[in-house]
């Protein structure tokens, strides 16, 4: 009896003995394949790595597949997974491999995917190579036919945007000065080119005031490309200044990320210094080397009148000085015949109100008299309205950020 109960028990350990050794016990990360060796796919791991090292991507990609078939949780197949996904054009693969790595958080090392000679922890190496590979899918630059820098972004979807921005930046003006703008006149007072134009200025001055930028890079693109939103006054601005732009937190994130992928030098110093000079001439170019034509000033009273109210919205926006600004009014006013001379104090400002005209101007009409706006979409208003002033009273804002930027260095 008792030789039979030891017989039973050693079969049974014996039994146990095998089944661990095969691996049949449940594995390490509930693998569903078992190794005689139960190596959890270390050793097709290692195969991984020396075909990939040699070129041979096809067999690595075997070796890799059979590793993580052995374990799912082993992180040296994983990275010479994704590694292959890189080289091979398959980035949404290798995004997967390398989010898996940073998942399961090991403390292994490698020297593969590194940017030095020194061995790194795979999951630093997953998160500098993630980066990167986000910054690779999501450029913003492009480059058109005439190699101009432009983005890469439709006109519909800038148009929504654009609109929102100048909205919102009205509204969000912090300045003791009085706004005359009216927010929900911006869809229907510029086209698409002149609400590009403006979210272009924008966006540089955002840039500056985020320390994005520094100063002479903010006055040197700015001067360059004035005449977009000053076309009387001003040399005319570059061709790109109409095309279609991001808004300023996708630039702005794009930025960032490089800066942060040259800080975990996923990037070079001169990789990031590169894009972003992109980003810049892109946004407004610093030497145009293609201008728009020259804008001929209006020469009828009712676009004149829609003239003076856009100049009144880039004013409002904190784009141009208050000097800039009476300078263009009075271009306008003397292309109707109007003119008192720039230098002069004017005695009459057109006003952005919605106002029926009574009667058609004369020739001679002088800058003393009032004169009546009427906005093609009020036409049947009864609403009238006239403004007179001694001497301006538009206060001077600061036109240049205050920043300090940390590219200076």
């Given at each position: 009896?008792?030789?039979?109960?030891?017989?039973?028990?050693?079969?049974?350990?014996?039994?146990?003995?095998?089944?661990?050794?095969?691996?049949?016990?449940?594995?390490?990360?509930?693998?569903?394949?078992?190794?005689?060796?139960?190596?959890?796919g270390e050793h097709e791991a290692d195969l991984a790595v020396v075909a990939y090292s040699q070129g041979n991507f096809e067999e690595a990609d075997t070796h890799?597949?059979?590793?993580?078939?052995?374990?799912?949780?082993?992180?040296?197949?994983?990275?010479?997974?994704?590694?292959?996904?890189?080289?091979t054009n398959r980035p949404q693969r290798a995004r997967q491999y390398y989010e898996e790595i940073l998942l399961y958080n090991g403390n292994e090392v490698s020297?593969?995917?590194?940017?030095?000679?020194?061995?790194?922890?795979?999951?630093?190496?997953?998160?500098?190579?993630?980066?990167?590979?986000?910054?690779?899918?999501?450029?913003?630059?492009?480059?058109?036919?005439?190699?101009?820098?432009?983005?890469?972004?439709?006109?519909s979807t800038a148009s929504k945007s654009n609109t929102t921005d100048i909205k919102n930046a009205l509204s969000a003006r912090k300045t003791k000065a009085p706004?005359?703008?009216?927010?929900?006149?911006?869809?229907?007072?510029?086209?698409?080119?002149?609400?590009?134009?403006?979210?272009?200025?924008?966006?540089?001055?955002?840039?500056?005031?985020?320390?994005?930028?520094?100063?002479?890079?903010?006055?040197?693109?700015?001067?360059?490309?004035?005449?977009?939103?000053?076309?009387?006054?001003?040399?005319?601005?570059?061709?790109?200044?109409?095309?279609?732009?991001?808004?300023?937190?996708?630039?702005?994130?794009?930025?960032?990320?490089?800066?942060?992928?040259?800080?975990?030098?996923?990037?070079?110093?001169?990789?990031?210094?590169?894009?972003?000079?992109?980003?810049?001439?892109?946004?407004?170019?610093?030497?145009?080397?293609?201008?728009?034509?020259?804008?001929?000033?209006?020469?009828?009273?009712?676009?004149?009148?829609?003239?003076?109210?856009?100049?009144?919205?880039?004013?409002?926006?904190?784009?141009?000085?208050?000097?800039?600004?009476?300078?263009?009014?009075?271009?306008?006013?003397?292309?109707?015949?109007?003119?008192?001379?720039?230098?002069?104090?004017?005695?009459?400002?057109?006003?952005?109100?919605?106002?029926?005209?009574?009667?058609?101007?004369?020739?001679?009409?002088?800058?003393?008299?009032?004169?009546?706006?009427?906005?093609?979409?009020?036409?049947?208003?009864?609403?009238?309205?006239?403004?007179?002033?001694?001497?301006?009273?538009?206060?001077?804002?600061?036109?240049?950020?205050?920043?300090?930027?940390?590219?200076?260095?």
């Open positions: 009896m008792l030789y039979n109960s030891l017989k039973s028990g050693l079969a049974l350990l014996l039994t146990a003995t095998l089944l661990g050794a095969c691996g049949l016990m449940g594995g390490n990360g509930g693998s569903t394949k078992f190794s005689l060796f139960g190596d959890n890799v597949l059979e590793a993580l078939d052995d374990n799912k949780k082993n992180v040296k197949a994983l990275l010479v997974g994704a590694l292959l996904s890189e080289r020297f593969l995917g590194t940017t030095t000679s020194q061995p790194e922890k795979i999951t630093d190496i997953a998160r500098k190579r993630l980066r990167q590979l986000s910054l690779t899918q999501n450029k913003l630059i492009v480059e058109d036919n005439k190699g101009n820098k432009v983005f890469n972004t439709s006109q706004i005359k703008s009216n927010p929900n006149d911006i869809e229907s007072l510029f086209n698409d080119d002149e609400k590009n134009t403006i979210a272009r200025f924008l966006i540089l001055k955002e840039l500056a005031e985020s320390d994005l930028i520094t100063k002479e890079e903010f006055l040197r693109a700015r001067q360059a490309n004035i005449g977009g939103l000053l076309p009387l006054t001003h040399t005319p601005a570059s061709s790109q200044v109409v095309k279609p732009v991001p808004t300023a937190s996708i630039i702005i994130d794009r930025i960032n990320a490089l800066k942060a992928a040259a800080e975990d030098r996923a990037i070079t110093a001169k990789e990031f210094s590169a894009e972003r000079n992109l980003i810049i001439e892109a946004i407004l170019p610093p030497r145009p080397a293609q201008r728009l034509k020259k804008k001929a000033p209006a020469r009828e009273i009712i676009p004149a009148a829609r003239d003076l109210r856009k100049l009144e919205v880039v004013y409002d926006l904190n784009l141009i000085t208050s000097g800039e600004k009476e300078k263009e009014r009075a271009a306008i006013e003397q292309a109707l015949g109007l003119g008192a001379p720039a230098q002069e104090d004017p005695t009459i400002a057109l006003v952005p109100a919605q106002i029926e005209v009574k009667a058609q101007p004369q020739a001679n009409l002088s800058v003393q008299e009032v004169i009546k706006i009427v906005e093609p979409d009020a036409a049947t208003s009864d609403e009238s309205q006239t403004v007179k002033a001694n001497k301006p009273t538009n206060e001077a804002k600061p036109l240049l950020p205050n920043v300090s930027s940390p590219f200076n260095k």
